[in-house]
């Protein structure tokens, strides 16, 4: 009784202490809380990061991830499916993934493959359609729980998910896999998921309706078919469809009417890859920000203007220059995001 009565004298001094301490101090509690935390936002637009541009460091876990997250001093992120599910617990391939997409790349481009290369692209291919099954089934009795610890872990560190980007919306993916994607989202707390638009109107209905049971919005990324009216038919179909702009590949694709673009389909713009590419005359290169043809600085200022709250957000695919890394990389396209809302 003698602790209980001195614990609760000791609190009521403290809570009159704070209640009459100066302005400053009386939000101690939340900067100590805030204290060595990123915060990429910048008067007022949130500058995010997709996971994808840490693809060539060597480690790509789920807390890896998130120290390079840190490193790089961004507080929100559009993550990549596999940190989130390796996490969870899905089966790990056992063949070499990166030899597929190699070999089918080749025959994809009419190169021709040698007997033994044939051969082995279609022993990949066969294992790669049973670990495919393999994922359906996991996917079907993943535990929420697991995501719900990953996106803690992060938010914990000062790092919000705004989209999550599984390889499980496409057409051969089933509704429940579908499903399970945007729950998982929804369990990271992610507002949207992201994917490759499939440049199929069965598909994008087939996600909008999908999204509006699981009251989950669908962003649909573009390369160079984007075009001004690229998202119509999505945006047609379902409330929950919505876009995930690529600036940087809409100016490589030759158009010049991107802040019109924005203007006019910012309210379902749920994200925007930020990147600096040039356009089809230099040589459509992706290059260090400052030194492309995007609009980089129009486009951020117009959103700190305009007071436009989709994330922009930077996604690395210049090269690397030499002595550099990724997180270096992602650092310098956050300070020029920086000087540019300065």
């Given amino acids: 009784m003698k602790n209980r009565r001195e614990f609760l004298q000791k609190s009521a001094l403290g809570l009159a202490g704070v209640l009459t301490a100066p302005t400053w101090l009386q939000g101690a509690p939340a900067l100590i809380k805030s204290l060595g935390k990123p915060n990429s936002r910048i008067k007022g637009v949130q500058i995010g990061c997709i996971t994808y541009s840490f693809r060539s460091m060597a480690d790509q876990s789920a807390e890896a991830t998130l120290q390079y997250v840190l490193d790089s001093g961004i507080s929100s992120i559009e993550l990549m499916g596999d940190p989130a599910e390796s996490f969870a617990g899905m089966p790990t391939p056992t063949f070499n993934r990166s030899r597929v997409f190699q070999l089918g790349g080749k025959q994809r481009r009419g190169e021709a493959l040698s007997e033994d290369e044939k051969k082995e692209l279609t022993d990949l291919q066969a294992q790669s359609a049973d670990y495919t099954k393999t994922v359906a089934a996991w996917r079907a009795g993943a535990d929420m729980k697991k995501f719900e610890q990953f996106g803690k872990m992060y938010k914990d560190a000062g790092v919000s998910i705004y989209a999550f980007k599984p390889n499980a919306f496409g057409a051969n993916n089933s509704d429940l896999e579908v499903a399970y994607g945007m729950r998982a989202a929804k369990a990271l707390g992610a507002s949207h998921v ?25 962003g649909y990324h573009g390369h160079e078919q984007e075009t001004f009216t690229f998202w119509d038919t999505a945006l047609e179909q379902s409330s929950k469809n919505g876009l995930n702009l690529d600036a940087g590949h809409y100016i490589a694709a030759g158009h010049t009417d991107l802040i019109p673009l924005i203007e006019k389909h910012h309210a379902r713009i749920l994200s925007m890859h930020t990147k600096d590419r040039k356009t089809p005359t230099n040589g459509k290169a992706n290059v260090a920000w400052g030194t492309g043809d995007t609009p980089i600085v129009e486009m951020l200022q117009l959103m700190r203007k305009k007071k436009y709250e989709f994330p922009a957000t930077i996604e690395l695919e210049y090269q690397i220059p030499q002595g550099s890394d990724a997180v270096k990389e992602v650092q310098k396209c956050l300070e020029y995001a920086r000087k540019a809302l300065g």
């Avoid at 992201?194 to 669908?218: C, F, W, Y």
Wanted: aromatic content about 0%; hydrophobic content about 30%; proline content about 4%.
């Fill in 194 to 218: 992201t994917l490759e638009h499939p440049s199929n109107d069965a598909q994008t209905m087939r996600l909008g309706k999908i999204g509006e049971k699981e009251q989950m919005a669908v």
